[in-house]
């Protein structure tokens, strides 16, 4: 596609349940970026993937977030047992390389009742 | 890890004015972009821009990588420029480091 996709648009969640969240980055872009932003801040770094390989897990705040990206393309972001402190936008983004400009899909706002 | 700073946190003007928004950051950068989030959570591309001066119709921006900061300079500004503008930075391979946005309301 044209752009870098995610869905659902809008999820909401019971506490406890299990969440996954979908990005389809731009068609031959090798880094693969997620962000969480909550209400009124900027986005927060969780995780990055360079092809299948996930480069970086430092941002994910808890052992309940899982992200994986199989085949170098399509990339989900798991949240087990979903808590309230887990609402927010997630945001996904792709580039060429690393270093290269990026672009963000329209996120994914998550709302754990 | 790096440290990104922007300025002002908030902005208010009147359609037709002009700004300068203020993006500085702890240290040396290989990549530098300027996003506008939009009412909708949007982050529209503005501008990538490690070093130098880039324009795009009203909108322009300037890097000073060496001096570690980076300037947006909106023009005849709209209503529709409104919104909250961000500042990001990579270095050396890490991940992009955001900073707290400026918020910029523009009245009819």
């Known amino acids: 596609g044209a752009g870098v996709s995610q869905s659902p648009r809008y999820k909401v969640a019971k506490r406890g349940q299990d969440v996954a969240l979908r990005c389809d980055p731009i068609?031959?872009?090798?880094?693969l970026f997620w962000y969480q932003q909550a209400l009124g801040q900027g986005p927060e770094f969780l995780t990055y993937?360079?092809?299948?390989?996930?480069?970086?897990k430092s941002g994910l705040p808890s052992d309940r977030f899982f992200a994986e990206r199989p085949e170098g393309s399509v990339s989900t972001l798991k949240i087990q047992r979903t808590q309230q402190e887990d609402s927010a936008v997630y945001l996904c983004?792709?580039?060429?390389?690393?270093?290269?400009?990026?672009?963000f899909g329209q996120g994914t706002r998550l709302t754990v009742v | 890890g790096i440290q990104v700073e922007q300025s002002p946190p908030d902005l208010i003007l009147q359609e037709g004015a002009n700004s300068t928004l203020r993006c500085n950051f702890s240290d040396s950068v290989n990549n530098l972009q300027w996003f506008h989030q939009n009412p909708w959570g949007q982050l529209i591309n503005l501008f990538y821009i490690p070093s130098g001066t880039k324009q795009n119709g009203r909108l322009s921006a300037t890097t000073v990588a060496t001096e570690r900061y980076s300037l947006l300079y909106i023009s005849s500004s709209q209503t529709t420029d409104s919104g909250v503008y961000f500042c990001a930075v990579i270095r050396y391979g890490q991940n992009f480091v955001f900073g707290p946005g400026t918020r910029l309301s523009v009245l009819p």
């Open positions: 993937f360079q092809n299948e390989a996930q480069l970086d």
């Open positions: 983004a792709s580039s060429f390389r690393v270093r290269t400009e990026a672009f």
């Open positions: 068609s031959g872009h090798v880094s």
